[in-house]
RNA sequence: GCCGCGUUGGUCAAUCGGCUAAGACGCCUCCCUUUCACGGAGGAAUGACGGGUUCGACUCCCGUACGCGGUACCA
């Protein structure tokens, strides 16, 4: 094959939410691309009429957006093989159908959906439950095989519906050489006839598949390792269309796999488990239902990325966080395991609080603010960064930093006193009472200065420092829980710090 | 049932015939910190099984078991 323009693509079917696994099979898609030079296509998949959901590709798109995986070509930005939505494109197919029955690697069926159904339960036994429309059935069933010339050009004049069939061949094998799992084989008498065109004049995926690659010039197939099975259609497709030296290189990835148990991890395992499956919120409209999404469950598009790709990829180095620009370069498909990978959401926690310590506070302040609206309070962006830097180390989403950090934000109205109350005495009371006029006269409010006035009083009273260090705590805060002390007050400031002590002195001796 | 793919700690995984089998998440202990984290130091925990091939197999081959995927006019 000669040095052609690296081109690949991703084909999902607009009927619901964007899974994490789709979304790892655009990263490995795009990574591949870019590493390249190549193109990165987005077609859409809406061969189904009957599951099309409205809403679900404007949906996929966003999700890419956020992620930062968009395409060179698609729907919304066109490109030079337009249409992208195959719904579009469905003339195209039929003519392809066509040549392959001229050819004779296809037929016309005429089976009804019934007629299918009574098919499979007749053939139906013990050792073969799922009865395949194949070489040996094909000759008890109404189709353009089993059916004179006459009788299928006259079902054919009078309209009769009828599907495009491919003809597999009786005893042939048929091996590829996928990407990543080197050279794999089948049995073509094992697989059935599968319809390419539909009833409805649609192709479906495995025409539609090769047609579109074909014509859109795709060198590069990645796809999720349950097509697999189906791949000698397409090879054989790609050879009786005649386009067998353009066919791409396929790339089965693995699987990624639900926590418990064993099987594809799917939306209810999500829900079953509490966390999220799908990129970003996805509302069912037909419904209502809401499953939670990425996004919204406070990932950073980064960590959702980079941990969507040490899912089933390594370089190998033990290095786990990546830039989308070290991936890119990094990438290799001779590294993406051939095995399914179990998701482990404290991982993908784990990757979330990585980037929250190296976010750049102003940022998170960003993120953040929504929150606060939320909550109706509204804080100078600059308050809010030092809150987001002091706390982040202990969040792992954007929105814990709520969690540790609230009473930056609204002093506290109740007091853990039993934290303080048994070891409490007067000399402290005293302690604080004298603190507070000697922070009142602090011209610089900053933590050295707070910090040094705190212990040099503290030593002259002859009070342990450590000891006077979680009631402090326990006034400005509330509780046992937060960034340092001295931190804290220094960020207060010094009405506020002042403020809370009088208020603790009272809750404590009360 | 049949076909295909897979199988290293609880999980993600390195190893491309030399292994005293990395590293990460999680878990446990300790240090730091009179909050909680972060950080640091330790710890427990792994090659499904049986045959080959080989001086030497986690690595290669075969079989078995197990798991997964497919077996639709869904993708």
């Given amino acids: 094959m000669q040095q052609q323009k690296v081109r690949v693509r991703f084909a999902p079917s607009p009927t619901g939410g964007l899974h994490l696994g789709g979304v790892r099979t655009v990263l490995f898609n795009y990574l591949f691309a870019k590493q390249h030079n190549g193109d990165f296509v987005l077609r859409i998949e809406d061969t189904d009429q009957t599951r099309y959901v409205p809403g679900a590709e404007e949906y996929i798109m966003e999700c890419l957006k956020w992620c930062g995986l968009n395409a060179d070509e698609s729907p919304l930005v066109g490109g030079p093989y337009a249409p992208y939505r195959q719904s579009e494109r469905k003339p195209i197919y039929r003519e392809y159908a066509e040549q392959l029955v001229k050819a004779g690697y296809a037929y016309y069926a005429f089976d009804t959906p019934e007629e299918l159904e009574e098919m499979r339960t007749r053939l139906k036994t013990e050792e073969n439950p799922s009865p395949q429309y194949n070489h040996a059935a094909r000759a008890q069933m109404k189709n353009s095989i089993s059916l004179s010339e006459a009788e299928t050009a006259a079902l054919l004049k009078n309209g009769t519906r009828h599907v495009i069939r491919i003809k597999m061949p009786d005893n042939e094998e048929v091996s590829f050489t996928d990407l990543i799992r080197g050279h794999v084989q089948f049995n073509t008498s094992t697989v059935d006839d599968k319809v390419l065109l539909k009833a409805d004049g649609m192709p479906t995926y495995h025409l539609a598949v090769v047609v579109d690659d074909y014509l859109m010039k795709i060198t590069h197939a990645f796809r999720g390792e349950e097509w697999l099975p189906s791949a000698p259609v397409h090879l054989l497709l790609w050879k009786y269309l005649g386009w067998e030296a353009d066919m791409p290189q396929w790339a089965h990835l693995p699987l990624i796999l639900k926590p418990d148990g064993n099987g594809k991890l799917s939306k209810r395992d999500g829900d079953r488990l509490g966390f ?34 040490m899912l089933g990829w390594n370089d190998g180095s033990g290095q ?25 959401y404290e991982k993908a926690k784990w990757f979330n609080h990585q980037y929250l310590l190296n976010a ?15 909550k109706g309070i509204t804080a100078a962006p600059e308050y809010v960064a030092t809150i987001a830097g002091l706390v982040k180390d202990r969040c792992d989403f954007v929105n814990d930093i709520w969690n540790h950090g609230f009473f930056f934000f609204q002093a506290p109205e109740t007091w853990d006193v039993t934290a303080v109350k048994p ?22 409010f900053s933590l050295a200065s707070v910090e040094e006035s705190f212990k040099t009083l503290a030593t002259s009273m002859n009070i342990k420092v450590g000891e006077l260090q979680l009631p402090f705590r326990i006034m400005l805060t509330g509780g046992k829980f937060g960034p340092p002390v001295f931190n804290i007050a220094e960020t207060l400031g010094k009405h506020e710090t002042i403020q809370r002590i009088m208020n603790g002195l009272k809750a404590i001796n009360a």
């Fill in 320 to 344: 786990e966080i990546f830039s989308m620009d070290e991936l890119i370069a990094r990438f290799s498909l001779d590294r993406v395991s051939k095995s399914g990978a179990k998701f482990d």
């Fill in 423 to 444: 070891k409490w005495n007067a000399d402290k009371t005293q302690f604080f009472m004298d603190w507070a006029s000697v922070l009142e006269t602090l011209s610089d």
């Fill in 360 to 374: 750049d506070n102003n940022k998170l302040a960003t993120l953040f603010e929504p929150v606060l609206k939320e």
């Fill in 276 to 309: 999220p499956v799908y990129a970003m919120n996805w509302t069912d409209p037909k419904t209502g239902d809401l499953t939670k999404g990425f996004r919204e469950n406070g990932f950073l598009p980064e960590a959702f990325v980079n941990m969507l790709a």
